[in-house]
């Protein structure tokens, strides 16, 4: 399990062990290094099927570098220690965008499909979590800025037991298969639900939305890259919800 301590990492190990299977988190504590593949191929030895949710940087090269490198090595190193397969995390709509992190995704899809494991990818919306992270980022003072976007937000618990689901399925997509799509139930506005979440928290932080001139990709966080479209499932709670039921003090 690559990634097995992020936002949706961790819910995909709760839920495989729940389920009676063995994870082997892949960490650098347990002597595994993603992006270099030291100690990469032992510690996949008798793994049957692996996950990839591994996290890079926020920068477009550097994180093209990272989850290139990380999918040639969980291709060669799981190639070599006899898995079958590899199940990952991606994130909904980067086929259209042209800069930033959504490149670097694409570029990790085409990484791991170039290997010799077949390949399952679940394309996510944003998570439910990353609202406060957002709120984190863009804070100065009293007031936190966020970026104008359009989003059908979905719990990270919610994309966990879709990808554990792949991850166990008895019979798995063949080599070649489409990627799947997995939204939240409706679209949000990321100001307005940043403002539900620190009306929640008793906050008083002011929101402020702001968009970025420089950034090619600018119109497409409004108008709609990365809400649900025809084929894509929509599940779990909506953010009204995911926040009534107290999980925004768990993530």
């Known amino acids: 399990m690559a990634g097995a301590t992020g936002k949706v990492g961790r819910h995909v190990v709760e839920v495989l062990a729940e389920g009676?299977?063995?994870?082997?988190?892949?960490?650098?504590?347990?002597?595994?290094?993603?992006?270099?593949?030291?100690?990469?191929?032992?510690?996949?030895?008798?793994v049957e099927?692996?996950?990839?949710?591994?996290?890079?940087?926020?920068?477009?090269?550097?994180?093209?570098?990272?989850?290139?490198?990380?999918?040639?090595?969980?291709?060669?190193?799981?190639?070599?220690?006899g898995a079958r397969r590899i199940v990952a995390v991606s994130i909904l709509g980067i086929d259209r965008f042209r800069a930033g992190y959504m490149v670097a995704k694409q570029a990790h899809e085409q990484a791991l499909r170039a290997g010799p494991l077949p390949v399952q990818v679940l394309r996510a919306a944003q998570f439910h979590e990353i609202v406060g992270q957002f709120l984190q980022w863009g804070r100065k003072g009293d007031v936190a800025y966020l970026p104008r976007m359009r989003t059908q937000l979905v719990a990270a618990r919610t994309v966990a037991e879709a990808i554990a689901r792949l991850a166990t399925d008895p019979a798995p997509a063949p080599s070649g298969a489409p990627h799947l799509e997995l939204a939240?139930?409706?679209p949000e506005v990321l100001a307005d639900a940043a403002r539900k979440l620190v009306a929640r928290r008793g906050d008083a932080v002011r929101i402020e939305e702001v968009g970025d001139r420089s950034d090619p990709d600018q119109a497409l966080y409004q108008d709609g890259a990365f809400l649900a479209g025809p084929a894509t499932v929509r599940a779990g709670p909506t953010f009204d919800a995911w926040l009534e039921a107290g999980r925004h003090r768990q993530g």
């Open 20 to 46: 009676g299977h063995e994870v082997v988190a892949l960490s650098r504590g347990a002597g595994v290094d993603l992006e270099t593949g030291s100690g990469l191929k032992e510690a996949l030895v008798g």
């Open 49 to 81: 099927c692996i996950v990839d949710a591994a996290n890079g940087p926020p920068e477009q090269h550097a994180a093209t570098a990272f989850f290139t490198a990380v999918a040639r090595n969980l291709q060669q190193a799981g190639a070599r220690a």
């Open 184 to 186: 939240g139930p409706r």
